[in-house]
């Protein structure tokens, strides 16, 4: 059974920082791409930034150069470095795998990310 877990969110101020871990088990990792998505109730889930398999990476133009995604191959983790937080951050972070051939993709079961004033 494929699991992601996710966690680091929390209460931040505004122009903080917080980083997410999301860690996967039950798949050969380095073989799948990763992702961080976000939703706000009401709203579309977006994406927030992804990391291939090799490395290159993609951001959403309102989270570009304020946050980083980056993977641990070794400790089967993705990480998303959020600085310069602002109100609008605020959502619920969902971490997602998909395999890099196969027609195999899961979600994590997200954690929430609260930037007050």
């Known amino acids: 059974q494929v699991q992601l877990v996710e966690s680091g969110g929390g209460l931040v101020q505004a122009g903080g920082s917080l980083r997410l871990s999301c860690k996967a088990s039950?798949?050969?990792?380095?073989?799948?791409?990763m992702g961080w998505y976000r939703q706000t109730p009401g709203k579309q889930r977006e994406l927030v930034a992804q990391?291939?398999?090799?490395?290159?990476?993609n951001y959403a133009d309102s989270v570009k150069g304020r946050f980083t995604i980056s993977r641990d191959n070794a400790e089967n983790t993705v990480y998303l470095q959020m600085n310069s937080l602002k109100l609008e951050d605020t959502a619920v972070y969902y971490c997602?795998?998909?395999?890099?051939?196969?027609?195999?993709?899961?979600w994590g079961q997200g954690t929430q990310v609260t930037v007050s004033s």
């Open positions: 990391i291939s398999t090799d490395g290159s990476t």
């Open positions: 039950g798949m050969i990792f380095r073989i799948n791409n």
């Open positions: 997602y795998r998909k395999h890099v051939a196969m027609t195999r993709e899961n």
